[in-house]
Structures are given as structure tokens and as C-alpha cells.
């Protein structure tokens, strides 16, 4: 593959990497020796000069659509990136049992703290901060079903990672999503449905307001 | 023979044959080369080692961390075992979120696409010729001080209480510097980060970091990343939780919205009294604890004893250490031992003339920006008592009459 010599430009990141780099030496740079009146001029070297840095490494090379397709497999709550498929919910309660109810027990109870709770409508308030024993679930804190698809996809069964067809992911979150009273066992998942799903947890998260100074928060 | 004769033939002997008799000497202890033999009774009437390709630890120190066996999980820093600031890296804490993945550099690569004018993929020597960078930075797990909060045990050592931090020198290229290459959109707000791993962990990271700090490290004290840190790249935010932190990582994509990950959702999200959850909480606390005397220490007598711990902020530099014998009642400036660099650990010591009374010890950092670590009460009225992440309140030591120390859970 070629370099993409000559076409890049230094785009937003630029000034910051101009900054950065400039952090990286002691910041005295190339300051004149002034009051030096020992030392002959003519007994001095060239003065030591940075290299001036290119606009471009050219180092890398151009990504293929093939490459970025085998590994773009992220998910967002837009539900643009889902794949085209359809999951029901005895199919994933077929699923569940064969491949998830090893470790996340056979009602979703799971084995904490290492296989988390999957099912429980409980605490209904969010009022996890009041008792660390409140279990968190899909049901009672995941704010996006769109992020049911994405973990399943790329991490789920811990053992075979990556090995669920799409049809049988949309059918987990199915399950899922039903057992745990967001949606009914007669909803089936795809491209469309999954994102339109809403969450009970979905409006309890808040931006992060701490930056330190005086005040704990 | 004359004693100098027998000592003469016998360093001849060494010298012709050092290899022979080092093997056999070796042999003799059941050793191999890397491995130290028993101490001798005297050794200087006996050659000591060969030169050999690896060194170990002496045979009577075994800083060891504290696994838990499983693929999704954690295994802890001997905090108490180390001194200075550099955790060795084969001891720096692990939590891996589907097992440490063993990656061939030759078949490493990473992409970097999304909202970006030019997608790019490089490998690890593309990676390397770029101007790099070494700079000393801790990570932290955000679940560091979890047990301890929930769970206090008398005889918890700061590896349980803590153990999730360390501290490196790691060397690697400014992700400014990559990003600058591919040449980000102005829309791009966020970057999605994603492991090589079996969990191919993912965490949505506003690109405003990139251009402050964040650099892709591949090394780690002066050699290449060990596997459980993420070899042969790692991405590294100075001072933010170590999960956002990812590691073998192999692909970056500009997008202009969060992903909404499952480790930026349903973990790591810090809830709150009040019904409400904090997302995105990157940035850790400012943060001390004493690692000696700290338990299972026992101090064998009264008299003056060093207080030694470690403080930390994600904010920039530790600015003070306070150190109190009394349980808070009274503090003192301990001694911070630079170079106070920012968002690394720092050493802290405070000379202490134990009367041979109970003592409570507490140690309290503030950090450049002038946070203050919180006592337990006021972290607890702030975060509540199932907060889930982000543990950085005062913790303390009790010291017996008897010289035993324990974990005060409720200090």
C-alpha cells in the first residue's frame, strides 16, 4: 500500500501536538548565551537546531473498507450500526438456557460479583447509593438497549466470544428485555426495533460535575 | 600446601572453568540460573552466582499479587511490599474483562477510522517511529477501595485495602500526534477505543484527552508492555480510571457521540444519593494511604518509626500530605519526596515517635487544584454507602499497645 504522501492535513489535533511536543523538552529552547564574554565565537559550533517537524510522518498506511468492516462492530443508541437479522423471545430463552444461565443462573440471578444479575425489576427508585446490596440489572440501571446488542456481540458467551449470529443476539436481548419488563414476550427485535426500546434507567444518569478543588462532590 | 596456594589453584580453577562450576554449583542447589541458590552460611568463602540471562529476587523476597483466579477480574498491587514510586511491572495490578490476551506483534495492528479525513492503519514499527515520549503516570482502578469501603476487615493490608494502583514509566507516542495523521473532523467530539481482547473492550473517550495527554504507550519501565498490561499497546489516560485505559488495544473511530458501551453504562457509572448515576466520572480523586506501618506489620518496640505511604491525584501534582497519629485530631506536614510529578504517585514520610500507646493513623492528600481527600463520613453524605467506584477517602491504620496494626474501616 502507498503512503497517502502529500494529503494529509494536520486537522484538529495540530496545534495541540505542536503544544505537546513543545511540553516534552524543558522549555528553555535555544536561548542566547548572552554575557558570555569568555567563550570565542569562532570556537562555537552551528548552534543545535530542533528538526523541523513534517506536517506529516507519512507512517501507516491507508485503512481498507475491508479492514474497517471486519473490526467496526460498535453499536450506539442510534441502532445505525445494527445488522439486518430478527430475534424472538422463545428463541432466546432457548439460547439463554444452553449458553448464558451456566454462569448468569437460570433466572438471570447470577453469581456476583464476577457474573452480574441480569434480571430484576428492583429497586424500582435507583436508589442503589442508599445499599450496595441493591442489585443493578438490565431492567432497574442499563440506560440503552442498544448496548445489550453490542456487549452480547463482542464478549458474550465469556467462553466463545464472539460466536452469536446476529438472529441469536437480537433473540437474547429479546429474552432479556422481556424478562426484565421492558418490553412483552410477543416483541420481536431488529434493526428498527431494538433502538426505539426505553429504558427505566435512561434518564437517571448525569454528566460528571467534579473538577477537584476545594469541595468534595 | 599453603593456605595462599590452595586459594591461588583454587580461583584458577574458578577462572578456567567458571561456567562448569557455576553449572554445578548450581546443580548442586537444584536451581536454575535465574533462580538464586540458598544463602550460605558464609558468603565469602564460597563464589556466589554466574552471571546469567535473567535475574530473580532473592530468595527471601516473594512480593506477590493477590489474584483472583477468574477471567473477569481483578489481582492486587502489594502496596506494602514496595518502596519508592515504580510498581515492578510484574507486579502492577491486573482486571482483565475476558482473561490477559497474548497478541503476536507481528500480526498487531491498529486502525484508526470514523469521522476522520484520512483512515489509517499502522503497525507497531509505524508506531514507534514517531517522536515518543516517557513520562511517569499511575493507573487506577475505579473500583480501587471498593472492599474496604463495603467490607472492612481488621487485618485488610494496603494490597486489599488498595491494591489497585500502580505507578510506571511509560513510554509510547502522543495519540494527538496519530490523530493529527488521519486528520480528525471538527464534528469528531469522541473516540471509541476498543481492545483486541476476548471482551474487545470498548470505552467512548472525548477527543479532548487525546489532545491534552492521552498517549498509546508500548512501554513499560525501560521494556516492552507485559502481556497482562496490554502488550504490545496500551492506550493510556494520565490520571483517568484504568478501564477507560485500554488495553491490546487495536482500533480507534472518531464518532460524535458516546457509544454507550456496557463499561460506560452499566459499570463504571458512580451512583448517587438522590437517584441519579454520574457517567463519564473519568477522572480519579486526589488520594493517599499509608503502606507501613500498615497491617500485618507489627511494630516490635516504641520509639521513632517511619509513616510511609503513596498519594496520587488524576488532577495534575500532589501539593501536600497530612499525616495525623491521633486519629485527626491533630495533623502534621509529612515529607513529600519528589520528584512530585503529575498524575503519578508520590512518597510521602512522616517521622513518628510512637509512645507505645493506641494510636489511629490517617494520612490525608490535597492535590494542586486544592481537593482534599474527604474523611469516610464525608465521602459517604456525598456519594452514599453503595456508591460503586471512586473510593478516595481517608484511610487509617490503628496501632495496639502491643505494636500490632490493623485496618480501621471506620476512620
Known amino acids: 500500500m502507498s503512503n497517502l504522501s502529500g494529503v494529509r492535513s494536520p486537522g484538529l489535533a495540530g496545534l495541540a501536538f505542536l503544544a505537546l511536543l513543545a511540553g516534552c523538552s524543558d522549555g528553555r529552547g535555544a536561548a542566547p548565551a548572552t554575557g558570555d564574554a569568555v567563550r570565542s565565537p569562532a570556537a562555537d559550533p552551528a548552534p543545535a537546531r530542533p528538526v523541523a517537524l513534517p506536517a506529516s510522518f507519512n507512517l501507516g498506511r491507508a485503512a481498507s ?38 454462569c448468569h443462573g437460570a433466572k438471570g440471578e447470577g453469581m456476583p460479583p464476577v457474573y452480574p444479575m441480569l434480571i430484576g425489576a428492583e429497586p424500582r427508585d435507583f436508589s442503589f447509593a442508599d445499599d450496595f446490596k441493591k442489585h443493578k440489572t438490565i431492567g432497574n440501571y442499563w440506560p ?74 | 600446601m599453603s593456605d595462599d596456594s590452595r586459594r591461588i589453584s583454587r580461583r584458577a580453577a574458578i577462572t578456567t572453568t567458571a561456567g562448569a562450576v557455576g553449572a554445578a554449583l548450581l546443580a548442586r542447589a537444584g536451581l536454575a540460573a535465574q533462580d538464586a541458590p540458598a544463602a550460605p552460611p558464609d558468603p ?18 516473594h512480593p506477590e499479587r493477590a489474584p483472583t483466579g477468574v477471567l473477569s477480574g481483578p489481582s492486587f498491587t502489594p502496596l506494602q511490599e514496595l518502596t519508592g514510586t515504580i ?14 490476551a497474548v497478541i503476536d506483534p507481528q500480526k498487531w495492528k491498529l486502525v484508526i477510522h470514523g469521522m476522520v479525513e484520512h483512515p489509517l492503519t499502522f503497525d507497531l514499527e509505524d508506531l514507534k517511529r514517531f517522536p515518543s515520549v516517557t513520562r511517569v503516570h499511575f493507573i487506577e482502578c475505579a473500583g480501587n477501595g471498593r472492599n474496604a469501603y463495603r467490607t472492612p476487615k481488621p487485618d485488610m493490608t494496603p494490597q486489599q485495602v488498595d491494591g489497585l494502583t500502580s505507578n510506571t514509566e511509560w513510554t ?31 470505552r467512548s473517550i472525548p477527543v479532548t484527552k487525546a489532545l491534552d495527554d492521552a498517549l498509546l504507550v508500548w512501554g513499560q519501565n525501560g521494556e516492552p508492555l507485559r502481556v497482562q498490561n496490554g502488550y504490545p499497546v496500551r492506550l493510556l489516560l494520565p490520571g483517568w480510571e484504568g478501564n477507560a485505559c485500554v488495553k491490546w488495544l487495536r482500533r480507534l473511530e472518531l464518532i460524535d457521540q458516546p457509544n454507550m458501551s456496557r463499561d460506560e453504562t452499566s459499570k463504571y457509572t458512580d451512583p448517587l444519593p438522590g437517584g441519579k448515576a454520574r457517567q463519564f466520572s473519568f477522572e480519579m480523586d486526589a488520594k493517599s494511604v499509608i503502606t507501613s506501618p500498615a497491617a500485618p506489620t507489627k511494630l ?19 501539593a501536600r500530605v497530612e499525616v495525623s497519629t491521633d486519629g485527626g485530631k ?36 490535597t492535590d494542586e487544584t486544592g481537593a482534599v481527600q474527604p474523611t469516610r463520613a464525608a465521602f459517604q453524605a456525598v456519594r452514599g454507602v453503595g456508591t460503586d467506584f471512586h473510593f478516595n477517602y481517608i484511610r487509617g491504620w490503628r496501632v495496639d499497645r502491643d505494636g500490632a496494626v490493623t485496618f480501621e474501616g471506620a476512620a
Open chain 1, 65 to 102: 473498507a475491508a479492514e474497517i468492516k471486519a473490526w467496526d462492530i460498535d453499536v450506539n443508541p442510534t441502532g445505525a450500526a445494527l445488522p439486518e437479522g430478527r430475534g424472538t423471545y422463545d428463541a432466546g430463552q432457548k439460547l439463554y438456557a444452553e449458553k448464558c444461565a451456566a
Open chain 1, 144 to 217: 440503552y438497549a442498544t448496548t445489550l446488542y453490542d456487549y452480547i456481540n463482542r464478549a458474550m458467551p465469556l467462553t466463545q466470544p464472539g460466536s452469536l449470529s446476529p438472529d441469536e443476539v437480537y433473540s437474547l436481548v429479546a429474552y432479556l428485555l422481556a424478562e426484565n419488563g421492558v418490553i412483552g414476550r410477543d416483541v420481536a427485535m431488529d434493526a428498527k426495533s431494538l433502538p426505539a426500546v426505553k429504558m427505566p434507567g435512561r434518564d437517571r444518569f448525569v454528566v460528571d460535575d467534579r473538577s477537584g478543588g476545594p469541595g468534595f462532590k
Open chain 2, 44 to 61: 565469602t568463602k564460597l563464589p556466589g552466582m554466574p552471571t546469567s540471562a535473567v535475574s530473580g529476587r532473592s530468595p527471601f523476597v
Open chain 2, 87 to 100: 510498581t515492578p511491572s510484574d507486579l502492577h495490578f491486573e482486571r482483565h474483562h475476558g482473561g490477559a
Open chain 2, 172 to 202: 509510547g507516542v502522543p495519540l494527538s500526534l496519530l490523530f493529527r495523521e488521519a486528520g480528525v473532523k471538527p464534528k469528531a467530539t469522541w473516540f471509541l477505543a476498543e481492545g483486541g481482547d476476548a471482551a474487545v473492550l470498548s
Open chain 2, 300 to 318: 516490635s518496640r516504641a520509639g521513632w518509626w517511619p509513616v510511609r505511604g503513596l498519594a496520587w491525584s488524576g488532577r495534575g501534582r500532589i
Open chain 2, 330 to 365: 491533630t495533623w502534621a506536614d509529612a515529607e513529600v519526596q519528589g520528584p512530585v510529578q503529575p498524575k503519578a504517585h508520590v512518597r510521602f514520610q512522616h517521622m513518628w515517635n510512637w509512645d507505645g500507646k493506641p494510636a489511629l493513623l490517617l494520612s490525608r492528600a
